[in-house]
Each structure stands twice: as structure tokens, then as C-alpha cells.
């Protein structure tokens, strides 16, 4: 890239693409950079995976790469002013039912990473905490991880902040479903096609899509006749439970300073499942429960890919019984009779964009000039909200890492997605029954 005259198109502005959007228009303010999304970005409700209540940040990784990346981002979230507000170091707490713990410490000591980072017993994590997880699920866990440098983040909160300082900068935004990428027979991308049929055309278009990225690529191939612009195996729309409570007075005086916990669990048992502490101001505990699916349909005539129900807000409030009785479970395994009687009122379905390995995509389209796909958050994604911009602009520019380009690269060998545990596993049309609206 030269002068930065070109022009951008990231489709999605959620993470990956309001972070580039950032980068970008701080390198290159004289460049034309456009946000679509379907949601305005003040919308009171979003179909974004980061547009949430709230977060883990935290940089406990047994794989190296990640576990220093998100240490960049961690210390911008706790010294940048445009996003300590929405960064809240509550520690975290972790049961390990194999090696992770072990592995997280070494990684923080190859980086040089000084912090007070342990693995404790069944029995001392029982008293930890005023002895908050005396009572949750130690069933096969070998030691417990716990690091006081790690919290969560206001995640819809920081995400329209973060997109209306880019507004500021600059950047523009526009309001629309995509309908299809603009192919040429040669696979040259030269923007997008709203359903409505506005075209939007610039120099590079970035799709940023979560977990519409299939299902755009899908409708893209099929509309230009060019097969290989699809997602094929590559990446995979899935969807997760979540849920919270609303605390009285009493309980908030008792878990209001707790620390972001997981129940960690091997690739055979499944996902790992986590409690978020209560909300400040509305006081509301969140979990994620332990079934990740997919929505595998016919989104045209003969061409099946998972992709989020095909509702303007994902039908992310319809949550059935059986996908509620995960939150449930969730507070069971980390509270036992403790919080039984507690009221799990507030359900959303979150979706994302999996890849088997759980690696992000930030690669050029092999397929398509023009084309770049920077997503695959794999519901790990928030916590690099302030850096994954800075490493996708570095793609555009060709200077991205060799160890990077090869671990996020669009076309790359792809482990069996038996071997992740947070992969999804179900299909959504097995996990539905009478659904219940959840309120927001």
C-alpha cells in the first residue's frame, strides 16, 4: 500500500472490523474506510459475538502466539485511555483437568512476563475467595491456575466507544445487509452489494463477518460462479448459551469482588465453561454454558452451510429450554446449591466464526484479489480487540509475520475438530424444543 488514497471496505463492525477500521485510519487518514454492518453501532441490541455485556480479557494461553498477543492487548487495556474504562482486573481462577495451568506459567516465562501466576490444590482453591468455590465441580481436576492480572471487559460498552472514535476519525459507516461480494469472472472483488442493491465498491474489501462469513461467501461463489470463493471447511458459524442473573443486595455483598473462574475441561470431555463477575450498576452474573452448535441449513437451493438463523437479529433472544437449562448447569458446576435458587431470567445465543484449529483467519482470499478475511474469532476473540486491528493491517501491507501469516492464513492445513474442545458439536435443530423470548 502506498499513499493510503485506496480505499476499504470492512464488512462487520465488531472486533476484528472496527479494530482494522482503527489501524487503519491512523496510518492512512487520508484513505476512505467504510464499516458496514447490519446494526447501527449504537443499536440497543447487536448481532456481533463482541457486542455482549461483558468479556473475559485474559492472557492465559497454553499456545504461545496468543498468550503474547493478548499480553500486548492486555497492557493497552490497562494503560490507553480510549480503553481502561471498559477494563476490570478482577483475577481469574481456572480448574484444570490436564496440564493448561503448568503450561500458561512457561509461557509467561519464555515471554519474561513477571506476575504473581500459580497453580494451587483442590483443597487450597476451596478456601480461596472467601471460599466462593467450595462448592463447584472438582471432579477430575489435577491443580487450579489462578492470576490476578486477568478480568473482563465491558464489551458492547467499549465496542461503540471504540467505533464512534473511529467515526471521529474519520471513517465512515453504512447500515446494511450485505448481499453479495462484486466478482469479476476473474475473481477480482471490487466491493460489496447490499440487499437492498446498493453498490459499494473501493480497492479492498475486508470481510470481517463472524459468523455470516460462510453464508456471504456461499451466496458470493454462487452468484459469480466462482466455487472456490467459498468458506468450504474453512470456517464454520456456531453458536453458545449464554445467560445471567440479576443479585440481591445480599449475594452481591458476597460475590461482587469474585474473579472471572472456568471450569477448563479436556477436547474429549468438551468446551470449557466460565462465570463472569456481577455487572456493576445492575449487578448481573453471567455464564456460558457447555454446547456449542451449528445451524446447518440450505441458505440456497442445494448449497448447505452452518449459518445463524436467518432472522434480522439472529432470533438471539429465542432461546429454548434445553439451551437454558446450559446456564443452569453452568451455575451448578461453579456454585452447587449455593445459587440454586437463583433466578436465570436474561438468555441470549451468541454466534461466531469457527475455525477447527480455533486460529483466526488474516489472510488474502486465495481466490479473490481484492478479497481479505480477517475473523474466525472463535469466541476467543474480544480480549484482542485493541491489537488484531494492527496485525491485519499489517496483511494488507504484506508485512505480517511469517509465523503469523502461516497460522492465519486463508488456505493452511486443518487440524480434525475433534481434537478442539470448543469446536461446535451439536446441531441446533437437535438442541430446540418450546422456546422461551428472553427479555433484554
Same mark, same amino acid.
Given at each position: 500500500m502506498s499513499s493510503g488514497k485506496e480505499s476499504y471496505i470492512i464488512v462487520g463492525a465488531g472486533i476484528f472490523g472496527v479494530s482494522t477500521a482503527y489501524y487503519l485510519i491512523k496510518q492512512y487518514p487520508n484513505a476512505s474506510v467504510t464499516l458496514v454492518d447490519r446494526d447501527a453501532f449504537d443499536a440497543e441490541t447487536r448481532v456481533a459475538a463482541s457486542w455482549d455485556w461483558n468479556k473475559v480479557v485474559r492472557a492465559d494461553y497454553d499456545d504461545i502466539v496468543y498468550c503474547e498477543l493478548a499480553l500486548e492487548a492486555q497492557d493497552i487495556f490497562k494503560s490507553d485511555p480510549l480503553w481502561k474504562p471498559y477494563f476490570h482486573e478482577t483475577g481469574l481462577i481456572w480448574t484444570c483437568r490436564d496440564d493448561y495451568g503448568r503450561a500458561v506459567i512457561d509461557n509467561y516465562k519464555r515471554l519474561g512476563r513477571k506476575a504473581d501466576i500459580k497453580v494451587v490444590s483442590i483443597e487450597e482453591a476451596r478456601k480461596m475467595y472467601g471460599g466462593l468455590f467450595d462448592s463447584a465441580d472438582y471432579t477430575g481436576v489435577k491443580e487450579v491456575l489462578i492470576n490476578p492480572t486477568g478480568g473482563w471487559g465491558a464489551a458492547g460498552d467499549s465496542l461503540r466507544a471504540i467505533t464512534r472514535e473511529v467515526l471521529r476519525l474519520g471513517v465512515k459507516y453504512e447500515v446494511a445487509e450485505v448481499a453479495t461480494l462484486l466478482l469479476g469472472k476473474d475473481g477480482q472483488c471490487s466491493g460489496i452489494k447490499t440487499t437492498k442493491g446498493k453498490v459499494l465498491k473501493a480497492s479492498h474489501t475486508i470481510l470481517?463477518?463472524?459468523? &455470516?462469513?460462510?453464508?456471504?461467501?456461499?451466496? +458470493? %461463489? !454462487?452468484?459469480?460462479?466462482? =466455487?472456490?470463493?467459498?468458506?468450504?471447511?474453512? !470456517? !464454520? %458459524? *456456531?453458536? @453458545?448459551? #449464554? *445467560?445471567?442473573?440479576?443479585?440481591?443486595?445480599?449475594?452481591?455483598? @458476597?460475590? *461482587? +469482588?469474585? =474473579? !472471572?473462574?472456568?471450569?477448563? &475441561? #479436556? =477436547?474429549k470431555q468438551g468446551p470449557f465453561i466460565g462465570s463472569l463477575p456481577p455487572t456493576p450498576g445492575d449487578h448481573e452474573m453471567k455464564w456460558w454454558g457447555p454446547t456449542i452448535f451449528k445451524n446447518t441449513r440450505e441458505v440456497l437451493p442445494g448449497h448447505f452451510v452452518s449459518s445463524p438463523p436467518p432472522k434480522p437479529d439472529y432470533a438471539q433472544w429465542e432461546v429454548s429450554p434445553r439451551l437454558k437449562d446450559d446456564i443452569k448447569h453452568a451455575n451448578h458446576v461453579f456454585y452447587g446449591k449455593k445459587t440454586a435458587h437463583w433466578k436465570l431470567e436474561k438468555h441470549r445465543i451468541c454466534w461466531d466464526a469457527f475455525t477447527t484449529s480455533g486460529d483466526f483467519i488474516v489472510s488474502p482470499h486465495t481466490a479473490s484479489k481484492g478479497l481479505y478475511i480477517a475473523t474466525g474469532g472463535s469466541f476467543h476473540g474480544y480480549k484482542f480487540f485493541p491489537v488484531i486491528g494492527k496485525y491485519v493491517v499489517q496483511m494488507l501491507e504484506g508485512r505480517l509475520s511469517p509465523e503469523l501469516t502461516a497460522k492465519w492464513a486463508w488456505d493452511r492445513q486443518r487440524p480434525d475438530p475433534a481434537l478442539s474442545p470448543d469446536f461446535p458439536r451439536f446441531e441446533m435443530r437437535d438442541l430446540v424444543g418450546p422456546v422461551r423470548t428472553s427479555k433484554l
Open positions: 470481517s463477518a463472524g459468523a &455470516y462469513t460462510a453464508t456471504l461467501l456461499e451466496y +458470493s %461463489a !454462487v452468484n459469480s460462479g466462482l =466455487p472456490n470463493i467459498a468458506a468450504g471447511f474453512r !470456517v !464454520v %458459524a *456456531g453458536g @453458545i448459551t #449464554t *445467560g445471567m442473573a440479576k443479585l440481591d443486595d445480599a449475594s452481591h455483598a @458476597i460475590y *461482587g +469482588s469474585m =474473579p !472471572v473462574a472456568f471450569q477448563g &475441561y #479436556t =477436547p
